[in-house]
């Protein structure tokens, strides 16, 4: 025998007396909680709306609109405290019979335990002769299965009330409201009231995919939503928007401070050295505390549709799937690695706000990494290239004097700088590579290379090609000299 109290589990709600559960039909959904509207058909003779919510709702958020005429007298929301009876009366009645029923099989286990014991005790007491003995196994062997699948059933049993009793403790965990609505004057025909409030228990995650198309010469970006909601209730075909942030609203205006000018008083320099670091001190807390407005409307909407979401559940929906072009270039520092990294300039910046989030990120099909994200600017980079490597072997490092009388010191190094490629077809490689510097009118240095190379304030930059399963190299040659008697720390 097996019991089932999942079966039994009530889904739905329980309807209070003397109201309609308020079913969503529009959400704008934030990334903490959601804006909901529920749409009711009154009567024209009506004189009172009642609403019960469930869930984490803010009861000041709660707003009625009748859009087709009549007058709302007074609003009044109220939390409603509940028995478990009254939650789930179904559930409750069935978890009763189940504990009766329970203590049934368990006299019953003791009825078998008490036979087996009977059983074994004839045998300690040498009352089972060889003649007997077949059928004295038979009917201990009978005993003790009836008395394990009585334990299985009451293992079951417990288990499956223990789910039971969780599901009514979350049921009567989940706030509930009632909503009242004294209303006069509407349309001899009727009308349509609008309830509006928020929903604390329900949100979106920003996720993200961001993939590198090297060959094409593109960029493909892509925002996606992960919806999850625990209201307790099944969203059914309610018309989904995800926005950014929430707007913000408030019912007075912000008051005007006073305008105040006086004699500023005179301070000693250290009182006054101490006044310059409070004030700039607070100028950065107000810099803190002051809001972020990064777009003209502050957020961002897109709107998903209608779709279905049970209480518990997540669903993932597309919010943007864009292609950008891009310039890819890959830039290797072999002064500090052997990796090439990938980079990728955006011919037009993505215009977007994003929420941080987790991405990931792709380049020719391969994944390369997950990360935050939280901002995609002109410039991206995908990581390291694992098919091309960059190297630098020193070659020779000398010293020496030079000049008449041997008045001054030299150095002179050479390094090769050795690409390899082992993709199927040709990569543009940018090396960079830091310019020697001279930090003293009498220190001079020469830097070569055996390509062109192009200087960037203190850095050079040799634009490679490296040809398909090849390599590529260049050689760097760097001289300097400086008086004899001169210290010089010559940075390598």
């Known amino acids: 025998m097996r019991f089932c109290l999942f079966a039994w589990i009530v889904v739905g709600a329980l309807l209070l007396p003397h109201g309609v559960l308020a079913a969503p039909e529009t959400i704008v959904l934030f990334p903490e909680g959601g804006q909901v509207t529920d749409v009711r058909e009154i009567a024209g003779e009506s004189q009172e709306i009642v609403w019960e919510l469930r869930g984490q709702v803010a009861p000041d958020s709660v707003r009625v609109r009748l859009p087709d005429g009549g007058t709302i007298e007074g609003l009044q929301t109220s939390r409603v405290e509940l028995e478990a009876e009254e939650v789930a009366p179904e559930l409750v009645s069935k978890v009763e019979t189940a504990k009766r029923q329970l203590e049934k099989l368990r006299v019953r286990q003791q009825a078998a335990e008490s036979e087996v014991a009977l059983i074994q ?13 077949t059928s004295w196994r038979e009917q201990l062997e009978a005993a003790l299965h009836r008395s394990s699948a009585l334990g299985e059933d009451i293992a079951s049993i417990n288990a499956t009330l223990t789910a039971a009793q969780d599901e009514i403790d979350r049921l009567l965990q989940q706030p509930r409201w009632r909503v009242q609505v004294r209303i006069s004057e509407l349309p001899a025909g009727g009308a349509e009231a609008e309830l509006h409030y928020r929903l604390n228990d329900c949100g979106w995650d920003p996720l993200y995919r961001v993939e590198g198309l090297s060959e094409q010469g593109e960029v493909r970006f892509t925002w996606r939503a992960r919806i999850h909601q625990q209201s307790g209730l099944k969203w059914s075909g309610v018309d989904m928007t995800v926005a950014t942030v929430p707007p913000r609203t408030r019912l007075r205006p912000p008051e005007v401070p006073d305008w105040i000018m006086r004699p500023q008083p005179e301070v000693r320099p250290m009182a006054k050295q101490a006044g310059e670091t409070a004030m700039l001190a607070a100028e950065d807390s107000r810099s803190a505390r002051a809001p972020h407005h990064t777009a003209a409307t502050g957020f961002s909407l897109w709107h998903v549709g209608r779709m279905d979401l049970a209480d518990g559940e997540q669903q993932v929906v597309t919010l943007e799937d864009r292609t950008l072009a891009a310039e890819f270039t890959r830039l290797a520092r072999p002064e500090r690695s052997n990796q090439v990294f990938v980079r990728a300039a955006l011919a037009s910046p993505l215009e977007r706000d994003l929420l941080q989030g987790p991405g990931q990120f792709f380049l020719d099909g391969v994944f390369l990494r997950q990360q935050r994200l939280d901002a995609v600017g002109q410039e991206l980079f995908f990581g390291t290239d694992p098919f091309v490597q960059a190297k630098m072997r020193s070659r020779t490092i000398q010293s020496g004097d030079e000049g008449v009388l041997a008045r001054r010191q030299t150095r002179r190094w050479e390094w090769d700088i050795a690409l390899t490629n082992k993709r199927q077809r040709p990569v543009d490689v940018r090396v960079e590579l830091a310019a020697a ?14 390509t062109p190379a192009k200087r960037q304030e203190n850095r050079y930059f040799l634009d490679l090609t490296v040809p398909a399963q090849g390599e590529r190299e260049a050689r760097m040659t760097v001289r300097a000299e400086a008086p004899k008697d001169m210290p010089v720390w010559w940075g390598r």
């Open 121 to 133: 005790g004839l045998a300690d007491a040498g009352e089972v002769d060889w003649e007997q003995s």
């Open 437 to 450: 510097q001279s930090r003293h009118e009498d220190i001079r240095v020469e830097q070569e290379f055996s």
